[in-house]
């Protein structure tokens, strides 16, 4: 069993809707989840980080995180073209990730 | 800098030829990481330093594969006898901290190696 473990999609939504993200992992011990987002050709860049059990909301994006179910998801709420990206769940302070879930909104 | 460097962006090797990928973090970050990443594919961690001690190699894939952070600033990741499935590219991140809140890492541009 990987690390960590993202639905590998690929996920297509259309313009407006939510698009939901999960990620589940597998040392209890993990204290700090991060998600990236990684447009084709780019480099990954942070989008939130979360520490705590429950929801962190940042603009349209909402964290969130189940220690106990070992699982952390991101919303992304009235989604838009621009966030056609691949998104990687990161996990705990050496930063393992998962394989990605590519993300398209149609117009 | 204000970000991390990669460099080269793009390297191009013969099959059995040596290569050296620096990585320039962000200044002040404790900890260092660097990722393979193939096409279509997630991150897959190779090493992490904090500051010059490499406390874990354990995704190196080969022997021919080799980091180093002797100042706990630039590192370096070295590829010996390069082979067609080394093609891919090597990302470098940084973070502040290794422990807590402050361990977000940011990434270079990352360096596409290309073995023909």
């Known amino acids: 069993q990987k690390e960590v473990e993202q639905n590998s999609g690929p996920l297509s939504v259309p313009e407006g809707a939510i698009a939901s993200l999960n990620c589940t992992y597998s040392d209890r011990g993990s204290q700090s989840f991060f998600w990236y987002r990684q447009y084709s050709g780019k480099s990954p860049e942070l989008i939130m980080s979360?520490?705590?059990?429950g929801d962190k909301e940042d603009g349209r994006f909402t964290a969130q995180l189940n220690k106990a179910s070992q699982y952390v998801s991101l919303l992304i709420r009235d989604s838009q073209p621009s966030d056609s990206a691949t998104y990687l769940c990161a996990v705990k302070n050496d930063m393992r990730f998962g394989a990605g879930t590519r993300l398209t909104v149609k117009p | 800098g204000a970000g991390v460097s990669q460099s080269p962006r793009y390297k191009v090797a013969k099959r059995g030829q040596d290569v050296a990928l620096r990585c320039d973090p962000i200044?002040?970050?404790?900890?260092l990481f660097w990722y393979q990443q193939a096409l279509g594919q997630g991150p897959e961690f190779l090493t992490y330093?904090?500051?010059?001690?490499?406390?874990?190699k354990s995704g190196l894939p080969s022997d021919r594969f080799f980091a180093e952070r002797p100042e706990g600033s630039v590192s370096t990741l070295k590829i010996q006898r390069t082979q067609q499935e080394d093609s891919a590219v090597y990302l470098c991140a940084s973070s502040l901290r290794a422990t807590g809140m402050g361990t977000e890492a940011f990434f270079g541009q990352g360096t596409r190696l290309t073995v023909v």
């Open positions: 330093f904090q500051n010059e001690a490499q406390l874990d």
């Open positions: 200044s002040g970050h404790v900890s």
């Open positions: 979360i520490y705590s059990n």
